[in-house]
């Protein structure tokens, strides 16, 4: 059991270091890429929720 343990720590070990010589920082250009630049309004600069524009061109 314990013997197993050590492995499976020694393959996540070597996991991480393989992942971090092949692409370094790529984890973190993922996090980036799901969380785009929020849109703003031209007029307010308010940040814009959603696809039907900002408040304040509605009124
Ligand atoms: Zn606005």
Known sequence: MI???????????????????????S?????RKRLPKAARCGRCGRYVLGKTGCDCGKG
């Open 27 to 31: 984890v973190g250009r993922m996090v």
């Open 3 to 25: 013997k197993g343990a050590i492995f499976f720590l020694l393959v996540m070990a070597a996991i991480g270091m393989i992942g971090n010589a092949i692409a370094p920082g």
